[in-house]
């Protein structure tokens, strides 16, 4: 059993920044392949970035390539997602999700563990 718990989130103005972060329980942390995920109101979760277990192969999805950076520290047990440029239509509840595989896929059916969300706003 894998425990994700998100962190950084909150309020910035358009043009801002933010970290987030995403700490996991377990000893296998290594072995998962690990993505970010987001949710607007009244649209369907999307993929936003995903990572494999060692951090070799990383996935955007074309709103945010350039403005965002994931990343993983394995020794830490922790993702993280560098927002840069931020935009109002960034604003959403992101989530952490693990899947039990280390090797890095992008379809939502295929991670096992979430977090449990964290709201990021973009003011304009």
């Known amino acids: 059993q894998v425990q994700l718990v998100e962190s950084g989130g909150g309020l910035v103005q358009a043009g801002g920044s933010l970290r987030l972060s995403c700490a996991a329980s377990?000893?296998?942390?290594?072995?998962?392949?690990m993505a970010w995920f987001r949710q607007a109101p009244g649209k369907e979760r999307e993929t936003v970035a995903a990572?494999?277990?060692?951090?070799?192969?990383?996935y955007y999805a074309d709103s945010v390539k350039g403005r965002f950076t994931i990343s993983r520290d394995n020794a830490k047990n922790t993702v993280f997602l560098e927002m840069n440029s931020l935009k109002p239509e960034d604003t959403a509840v992101y989530y952490c999700?693990?899947?039990?595989?280390?090797?890095?896929?992008?379809?939502?059916?295929?991670?096992?563990?979430w977090g449990q969300g964290i709201q990021v706003t973009v003011s304009s």
């Open positions: 377990g000893r296998t942390f290594i072995t998962y392949a």
């Open positions: 999700a693990a899947r039990s595989d280390p090797v890095m896929r992008i379809e939502i059916r295929t991670y096992k563990y």
């Open positions: 990572i494999s277990w060692s951090g070799g192969a990383t």
